[in-house]
């Protein structure tokens, strides 16, 4: 069963600063991985789609980078702002043809201070 | 934004009672989910449908059912709720198994 792991699980940081979020995954036999941001009380936004035959994909301010031999993702957030504040989560979506559903994380809640 | 409506946003209702939520979808995508979100579980898939007509069970889809009798509608019914069933419901739609997209949710309350 693809377990999804995120760290941390909070994480404070003053404005302008450059952070990496980090998201692992047991089963490294995925089709590929999606990075969302959740604002509080609010559904969920896609940020970034990395296919498995992919080592990354930015967007903006944001890269996301994919080590699936290792099980691994990381989002790199530059030069934060107060804006970004919000939970961040990834998900992984299974290799198999039949392999439609997401399994996500818990994510990582970011707090960025002005 | 995805063209994704879910209704009602908010409802409390008593425990035993039926609870239907449904999801409309504008996109003509063919994959529809509905997944609920726990504090301590993060999101977690209740079912799926892959077509109309077309449903397959999640890893929570105990004592939930769906229907699809429309590309654009996904129902999600609690047949009788429980306490347990008080959560965040969210729907998400994909074309295949690419970027999905997901609606505001439904914040259900069984007292």
């Known amino acids: 069963k693809q377990e999804v792991t995120q760290i941390p699980a909070a994480l404070s940081v003053p404005e302008g600063e450059n952070l990496v979020l980090n998201c692992s995954f047991t089963?490294?036999?995925?089709?590929?991985l999606q990075w969302f941001r959740q604002d509080p009380g609010k559904g969920l936004t896609s940020l970034l789609l990395?296919?498995?035959?992919?080592r990354e994909q930015t967007s903006g301010r944001l890269n996301a980078s994919l080590d699936k031999s290792s099980g691994r993702s990381t989002l790199y957030i530059a030069a934060s702002q107060p804006g970004d504040s919000a939970t961040y989560l990834c998900a992984v979506r299974p290799g198999e043809t039949s392999g439609s559903r997401l399994t996500f994380g818990e994510g990582t809640q970011l707090t960025v201070n002005p | 934004d995805a063209g994704i409506t879910q209704s009602p946003r908010h409802k409390v209702t008593e425990t035993g009672t039926p609870v239907t939520l449904r999801c409309h979808q504008t996109?003509?995508?063919?994959?529809m989910y509905w997944y609920r979100q726990d504090p301590g579980h993060g999101l977690r898939l209740i079912h799926y449908?892959?077509?109309?007509?077309?449903?397959d069970k999640g890893e929570v889809s105990d004592g939930y059912s769906v229907s699809r009798s429309k590309t654009e509608d996904f129902l999600l019914t609690l047949e009788s709720a429980t306490s347990s069933q008080t959560s965040v419901y969210f729907c998400?739609?994909?074309?295949?198994?690419?970027?999905?997209?997901f609606g505001q949710g439904t914040r259900l309350t069984v007292v």
């Open positions: 089963d490294s036999a995925i089709y590929n």
């Open positions: 996109e003509n995508h063919r994959y």
């Open positions: 998400a739609i994909s074309l295949g198994r690419d970027r999905a997209f």
């Open positions: 449908s892959y077509g109309v007509k077309d449903t």
């Open positions: 990395i296919q498995s035959s992919q």
